[in-house]
């Protein structure tokens, strides 16, 4: 079966190669068609070029958690949670600091 959302969101990303939103989009897909390795590679990307696009720091690391990359993915959540508190984003700092606590890396955080 061919996923006609995620061909949509290519052409897109043909003209907007820098559109994050866009980026994100496509993660999510490849991630329905299973395909996790790339959806992280994608994510990954976005990040390195819009550290505050805050909702991508919690699926990847949840991502990287599904593969077994429990270290890796306390990184990510503890670099999301350094730029929630920057922007006064409580929500993703909330969500950030709860995925912490359940993967019980939750101790050096500052309550702030």
């Known amino acids: ?6 061909k949509l969101i290519k052409e897109m990303l043909e003209t907007n190669p820098d559109d994050s939103f866009l980026k994100y989009a496509a993660a999510l897909e490849y991630e329905k068609d ?27 690391g949840k991502l990287l958690e599904s593969e077994g990359k429990e ?13 929630s508190k920057k922007n006064s984003d409580l929500k993703t700092e909330g969500e950030l600091t709860e995925a912490l606590m359940l993967l019980g890396a939750d101790d050096d955080i500052s309550w702030s």
């Open 1 to 6: 079966m061919t996923n006609e959302r995620l």
């Open 34 to 60: 299973g395909k996790i390795k790339k959806a992280i590679t994608i994510i990954k990307d976005l990040l390195a070029n819009d550290a505050n696009y805050l909702g991508a720091y919690y699926k990847l």
């Open 71 to 83: 270290q890796e993915a306390i990184k990510i959540y503890r670099r999301g949670l350094e730029v």
